[in-house]
């Protein structure tokens, strides 16, 4: 039963363009979220994350946004650039659960030159 | 640079051949984990230390055990591995407070003959 859903498995955009990956959760105890990135033969990289008292996280390019009544938060890349092409990972802690995170499957972005 | 290392990067073992992987971290971390990512799917937590503390998913096998001796070293042990096993594992650290972010080691991918 996957609680954090990332239906996209992959991704491509233009260089200079807008990326959007999206990610679903169905648990309401999630209330911390998390993206990593991960490039091949590596491990996954935090990027950004942003707690459910907020709808909205923003550190240069990168913006992460949480509609909670839609169980939904999604990650914008502005201008995506070809390093951005990895896998990119939606992650979630329940409240009162220490440390774990629930991972989805990941999306992999492809920006083109 | 301070960072989780992973040996070895390649890891082949016989069917029912117990199998150790190695995790170590120079970031003096509490907090270990262990993951394990089978294709195409998402990474999936087995177990955590904080500190000495052990914590057990609800769901990890038996099969599968770890031992941390120091803060810088924790340990993977698969008794018996099956073909399933196959899989990269991560590892991972952080500290507190619990919504600092995770940082991960390069994987251990496990093939099994």
């Known amino acids: 039963d996957q609680q954090v859903k990332q239906n996209s498995p992959s991704l491509s955009v233009q260089e200079g363009r807008i990326s959007i990956l999206n990610c679903d959760y169905t648990?309401?105890?999630?209330?911390?979220f998390l993206w990593y990135k991960k490039y091949p033969a590596e491990g996954p990289t935090f990027l950004i994350s942003?707690?459910?008292?907020?709808d909205k996280n923003e550190d240069g390019r990168f913006t992460v946004f949480l509609n909670k009544s839609a169980k939904h938060l999604s990650l914008h890349i502005v201008p995506s650039q070809p390093g951005d092409s990895a896998v990119y990972f939606c992650?979630?802690?329940?409240?009162?659960?220490?440390?774990?995170?629930?991972f989805g499957k990941g999306t992999l972005l492809t920006v083109n030159p | 640079d301070a960072m989780v290392i992973q040996n070895p990067r390649y890891q082949v073992t016989q069917f029912g051949k117990p199998v150790t992987l190695s995790c170590s971290q120079t970031?003096?971390?509490?907090?270990m984990y262990w993951y394990q990512q089978k294709s195409s799917q998402a990474p999936k937590l087995l177990f955590h230390?904080?500190?000495?503390?052990?914590?057990n998913e609800a769901d990890t096998p038996d099969n599968f055990q770890s031992r941390r001796p120091n803060t810088s070293f924790c340990f993977l042990d698969i008794r018996s591995p099956g073909l399933g096993d196959a899989a990269m594992y991560l590892c991972?650290?952080?500290?507190?407070?619990?919504?600092?972010?995770?940082?991960f080691g390069d994987g251990t991918r496990l093939s099994i003959l």
């Open positions: 230390y904080y500190d000495k503390d052990f914590n």
């Open positions: 942003i707690s459910s008292i907020k």
């Open positions: 970031l003096n971390h509490n907090v």
């Open positions: 991972a650290t952080s500290r507190p407070p619990i919504h600092q972010p995770q940082h």
């Open positions: 648990n309401s105890m999630f209330d911390y």
């Open positions: 992650a979630a802690k329940e409240r009162g659960s220490n440390y774990k995170l629930t």
